[in-house]
């Protein structure tokens, strides 16, 4: 059973960045989609973002166009969120989400789920 585990969260500044990572174990990265959504407190979990196994980038929030990235590095197992001008609206707990065959916002799609990883935008 693959597992997906989520690391680069933590407490940043209003127009900070950071960048949160997504890496696999026990299978291989090449054989899922991997997308990010997040959770704000008292809020409903939204789809942030998808990549393809071919690495095209989607991403669901107009909040979020021009300042997040997402991409992947197969050979590293790695997926990757770079989250610039990060505004206090961006804070939550950011999950990554695997499914093998397709990117999508609706999370009952995606079979497996990492832990989640905090981020906190505040001043």
């Known amino acids: 059973q693959p597992q997906f585990v989520e690391s680069g969260g933590g407490l940043v500044q209003p127009g900070g960045a950071l960048r949160l990572s997504c890496t696999i174990s026990?299978?291989?990265?090449?054989?899922?989609?991997i997308g990010w959504f997040r959770q704000a407190p008292g809020k409903e979990r939204e789809g942030v973002s998808c990549?393809?196994?071919?690495?095209?980038?989607?991403m669901y929030l107009d909040s979020v166009k021009g300042r997040f990235t997402i991409s992947r590095d197969n050979a590293k197992n790695t997926v990757y969120l770079q989250m610039n001008s990060l505004e206090p609206e961006d804070t939550g707990v950011y999950y990554c989400?695997?499914?093998?065959?397709?990117?999508?916002?609706?999370?009952?799609?995606?079979?497996?789920w990492g832990q989640g990883t905090q981020v906190t935008v505040s001043s």
């Open positions: 989400v695997a499914d093998r065959a397709l990117c999508t916002n609706w999370e009952l799609q995606y079979d497996y």
């Open positions: 026990g299978d291989t990265l090449d054989a899922y989609v």
């Open positions: 990549i393809t196994k071919s690495g095209t980038a989607y």
